[in-house]
């Protein structure tokens, strides 16, 4: 049985790998083209950083409900008679959510740079492509998502190997040309490309049924549930995350440019649990088994956990000869090292924290994942930075906030998943 388990797990989990891959090697290119040729727009990237993740990964919570609502649709056989409502709802929401994310992440970006106005101007250049495009990163995602909750995940992969070699090409010409400014047009270019073949994907996979039906009852209601929490958990982060910037940048920027190029590397850490997270969508909405969700809960966080662990550990031998590597700046590779000294070890926590919210949001709840997300960001890690991020104290008091939140945030989800799982092992028997 934990074989069948385990090649299903497999069929749906490496196309998504590779997607996820060459999407955070994408960003980490961008992130090393800026930090060898200028530290000042570094910094600026890491201001800007949490606002352009109001954009990009606010589409995560759209894309994980409609691969969850996808998914149980096409289980319980109603996707052939509302497929067309569907698709409507979709776009719908990618125009209504799109505005929204940019007009707040523009409002949110000029205070960001109180007391750095000679940089602003640049950072709300390097925005403009994220902020008139964010209805086309927005339905990326949704077609992505669309189609792993049809099962099939290949698409999603096609999908990223048109936009990512288009997004690393248009991105370096940008750049040389313009500067700083032209990598978010490397990012908007590469998406509309990728949407484009992924629209015609999507198209051929629709049933041939008229598919005139109303949507199911109760379907916006579950797909509210599942997409406003985790879309505000993403919302949640950055904002949080700005401010912790601010305490940083107070304290030295040296810390904020350390934070934006660390990030951009970070995902690789957990990307095997980021792929992970579409299949358990995918695995456990379609589930209709309640007595078996338990068993497979525990094997996709082995799945996501155990490459964590190992790519940790290997960052954590050659920790020197990789910072060197990504920077000439000796101060710059000496800040890495400690921020990794104790980042590193919150990221396996990361990959469980994934799997579990993965597995509640299949089932229809994804309240967790906004009050871990609070509870992490604005009841434990800003207020440690602030404590921790002043005037003659420990320089890596802020990578020791982060660390902290994290295990916290862990501790919350696994009380919900595994009160949640007993719940459905209960009525099950």
């Known amino acids: 049985m934990k074989n069948s388990i385990d090649r299903e797990i497999w069929r749906l989990l490496w196309p998504v790998l590779l997607l996820t891959l060459a999407q955070k090697l994408g960003s ?211 904002t949080g995350n700005a401010l912790i910037n601010s305490l940083m940048l107070s304290f030295s920027p040296l810390l904020v440019s350390v934070k934006g190029l660390g990030g951009r590397l970070e995902p690789f850490f957990y990307l095997p649990a980021m792929a992970m997270c579409s299949v358990t969508v995918t695995v456990i909405s379609r589930e209709r088994d309640k007595a078996a969700i338990g068993p497979l809960c525990r094997r996709l966080c082995l799945w996501s956990t155990l490459p964590a662990v190992c790519l940790t550990a290997a960052a954590g031998l050659f920790s020197g000869g990789i910072w060197g590597l990504l920077t000439p700046d000796p101060e710059l590779a000496a800040a890495g090292m400690a921020y990794w000294s104790i980042c590193l070890w919150a990221y396996p926590m990361i990959a469980m924290e994934m799997t579990l919210t993965s597995v509640l949001q299949a089932l229809g709840s994804g309240f967790p994942t906004l009050a871990a997300t609070v509870i992490r960001v604005w009841a434990v890690q800003v207020p440690l930075t602030y404590l921790l991020t002043r005037p003659g104290m420990w320089q890596s008091g802020p990578w020791l906030a982060y660390l902290i939140s994290n295990a916290a945030s862990l501790a919350i989800c696994g009380i919900y998943a595994y009160s949640h799982i007993k719940k459905l092992s209960t009525e099950a028997i």
């Open 28 to 238: 980490a290119f961008e992130g090393i083209l800026v930090s060898v040729n200028s530290s000042q727009e570094l910094a600026v990237m890491g201001i800007c950083g949490p606002y352009i993740t109001i954009i990009t990964t606010v589409s995560y919570g759209l894309g994980i409900a409609a691969n969850a609502a996808t998914g149980r649709a096409y289980a319980d056989r109603s996707w052939e008679a509302s497929h067309k409502a569907c698709v409507r709802a979709f776009l719908l929401l990618t125009l209504i959510s799109g505005l929204a994310m940019s007009l707040l992440a523009g409002a949110l970006l000029y205070p960001a740079f109180a007391g750095l106005s000679d940089m602003r101007n640049l950072g709300y250049l390097y925005m403009l492509p994220y902020l008139i495009g964010s209805p086309a990163l927005l339905l990326y995602s949704l077609l992505v998502s669309c189609t792993r909750g049809l099962g099939d995940t290949k698409s999603g992969m096609y999908m990223t190997f048109i936009s990512v070699p288009a997004q690393l090409i248009v991105s370096y010409m940008c750049y040389n040309a313009f500067g700083l400014p032209g990598i978010g047009w490397g990012t908007l270019i590469s998406r509309l490309a990728a949407c484009a073949y992924g629209a015609k994907r999507f198209k051929a996979m629709l049933p041939d049924t008229a598919g005139d039906a109303p949507l199911p009852k109760g379907a916006l209601n579950g797909f509210a549930a599942i997409a406003l929490p985790v879309s505000l958990s993403k919302a949640v982060s950055p």
